[in-house]
């Protein structure tokens, strides 16, 4: 596969703060690939700097093998689809999607003929003439999409692009943004910070926290192979448990020990223990590897979420059993449940739910909004 | 997060600093240049001294004349009518703007334009309307004839001034405060009465100290054009009611630069000493905005 | 409204316009009495068209009104943008205080500031009046630039800055940006602080008057010396012609302003509709 961009040991710091910290990363032709991380994290920076919004204070960021730090945007083979789409409130629908070709002096017919062509493909052919103003959050966002597209970039960037609409078309949009990605063969990069979006979407995932890559891989890789904590709290629900691994496929933690299918760890080496809240399996106290006392349910619709004290640390399973409150279980782990991971600077900072509640959460997401 | 690259402020930016160098910061200078020299544009405090200094006779009210420093008693006088006039600038106008700021939206346009309509007549015209209408065979003494009043002597008088005074700059104390009062949230005010306030409480200890910044831009744009002010004292005032603009305006006209230039400095130096002072107390009740 | 608020209205409106309506009636007046009415009549009206040099000062006037406000929104509009791209705050703030002072100022100080300086340079020359009309138009840009960048500047700053982004990003240079799509932004801003320009040059009395020369004089210039001398209802019949020209103006601007505000409307509603 070609590498359509690369970006080699970006730094980025704006006054005095670090906002990217010695990034590399590269972009092959054809991908969808996504920029994921919380608020802060320098995806979006990052993002600019492929449009020509940001210069790297240090590092080089290359298009098809060449240098373009001092390229400016107008001149990038890149094209931008803006967080609140920045569609130009003084001239219509099709005057906005016809802005690039009257940059490049295109002659009329051929204009006419593109921004329609273009407009039909994003479902817009009766909005022509209509003002930007007057359309609703995701026609505009339909109308960003085809004034981005219609130069033919080779790189599409996508800041949030979702963020503004709301659940249901937002799920649509997704859809068809990857339906336009693969019709059009052009690379999406795309930026978020809902993980659902990103794993649903993308080819490859680039997880970002605090200005640093902590993972690269597809969307399956990242969820079953978390890296680290941080990873496997942000993507999915995780209970990560300290833990020891004895030998290869071998791994102890709250006083059991349990067959993986991990290997490769020093004997005896301190380790977090990933386990996803679908994987854990109830079962009769006495037959469980574990037991421990229920001390929240809370219905979900499709399944109960149950928080569950075991021998002090705070364990969150899905499952569709029904179970009380103050219910003694136990609980069975197969091996392909277990996912060990060496220690992180995160390590310790996620995965225990003994503050848990909904709500939190849900705070929590809102303060993540950029 | 958001630090656009800026820069390429150099090439726009640069007529205008000319311009603001060469037509703003260079005459204050010229001010200041201009009252510390003679003629011979010589180094000298004589134009400063004499400001304070320089003395005339005048006759009291008894009769008897009197001896006293001729400009300190021009700027008391100007303080003093620029002063009385401002404040009831802002007693007739602070009502007026409540009432405008709680009118309905097409009443507020209309009433606002109506305000405005005085403003975009020429100032001159403004008080020579005036002049007329108090001259002692003036309307006013007209209609008080027709009832068989007294006439009433108010041109030349300090009333007459203040008149003109208040009537020319009313409607910059209106304004500022009704744009601050419109902007208000009714939640606020619904809040105070859910808290309990009456209408006056309401009135006291919301909306007043919320407009405050509108008053304080009101009296600013209301004193110091009226401290500064000629044309109103000579035609209103008959002239006996000589106002620091109208001494600077004097100097002018007699080609005595330096003298006139002492007296702005003065002027200047002074309303930057009251600006300061107001806006050190408005910080310190808005926690040093 | 209560009745008390409507009487309180109609006191103040009594007061602000009595004197103009005085103003109106008496220029109709046959007789030259200020004060008692003794038939209608167009006499002053006549006697104003055949004054040659009011007339004179009234296309002065408007001159200097256009040359001021064409000079001052071009250098105002750059500068609004200058400042805005500024980096450094300190040199923000000291434009901004620079811009304030003539907003601050006495007139009768700015004005005296001024002819100080061109005195100055005049005597420098060796020349012998060094007030003239290029005089009183630098002095009407000079307080008429902070209006205007104080109307212009607002609007930058509340531009989504991305609409440059992305007309950059979609080919264009920030040259051209600056033209397709800051300028169209911005534009309201530039025509309020247009239209405040000419009229505040209009308006202008101490300013010019310590400004302008023996050759150049604008109507306000023109009424100041008419009023020294003695009084003819003359002035009146050009207070009434004013007087209407300005309700025309503003009329005209209510409503645009009123067909701008309904059009904003409809889009909301189109957008909650839709």
Redesign the interface.
Known sequence: MKKIIELKNISKAFDGEGVLNDISLYINDNEFITLLGPSGCGKTTLLRMIGGFEHPDKGDILFLGERINDVPPHKRHVNTVFQKYALFPHLNVFENVAFPLRECKVPKDEINKKVNEILGLVMLGNFAGRSVTSLSGGQQQRVAIARALISHPRVLLLDEPLGALDLKLRKDMQQELKKIQQSTGITFVFVTHDQEEALSMSDTIVVLNEGKIQQIGTPADIYNEPDNAFVADFIGESNIIDGVMLENYKVSFSGHTFECLDKGFAANEPVDVVVRPEDVDIVAPEKGMLSGTVTQVTFMGVHNEIIVDIGGFKWMIQTTDSVNVDEHIGISLDPDAIHIMKKSKYSGMFGDYSSYSNELDELADAGGEE | MNKHKKGGAFLPLAPYSLWSVLFIVVPLIFVAYYAFTDEAFRFTTENITRFFTATSNIQAEDGTMQEVRTYLVIFGRSLKLAVISTFICLLMGYPMAYIMARAKERTQKILVTLIMIPMWMNFLIRTYAWMTILQDTGIINNILGFFGIQPIHIIGTETAVIIGMVYDYFPYMILPIYSIMAKMDTKLLEAARDLGCNSFGVLRRVIFPLSLPGVISGITMVLIPSISTFYISQKLGNGKFFLIGDAIEGQYIANNLHFAAAIAFILMVILLVCMGVVKYFTSKTYGGE | ?KLS?KI??GI??A??????I??LI?SFNEAKS???FSSFSFKWYTELFNDRDTLESVKNTVVLALSATAISTT??T??A???????RNWYKSI?NT??N??M???????G??????F??VGRLFGMATSLNFWTIL??H??FC?PYV?FQVLPKLQQM????V??????????V??FFK?TL??IMPGIITGAIMAF?LSL?D??ISY?TSGNDFQT??IR??GM?KKT?TPK?YA??TI??FV??A??LLN?II?NKESRELKR?KK??KG?
């Open positions: 409204m608020s309180y209205t103040i409106f007061f602000l316009f009595a004197p103009i005085v103003l008496f200020l004060s008692v250098m105002g750059a500068a943008f200058g400042i805005y791209r500024v980096r434009f620079v811009t002072i003539p601050i100022n006495p007139d009768i100080i700015t005296i500031s001024m002819m100080l300086v005195v100055f630098i002095a840009v000079t630039l960048i989504d800055y991305s609409l982004e992305a007309a950059q990003d979609l080919g264009c240079t920030p051209r940006a799509v169209p932004e009229t308006d009395f101490v310590f109507l306000p009424i100041y009023t009084v002035m050009l207070a004013i007087f300005t309700m103006l503003l209510n302003d889009k189109e957008i839709g």
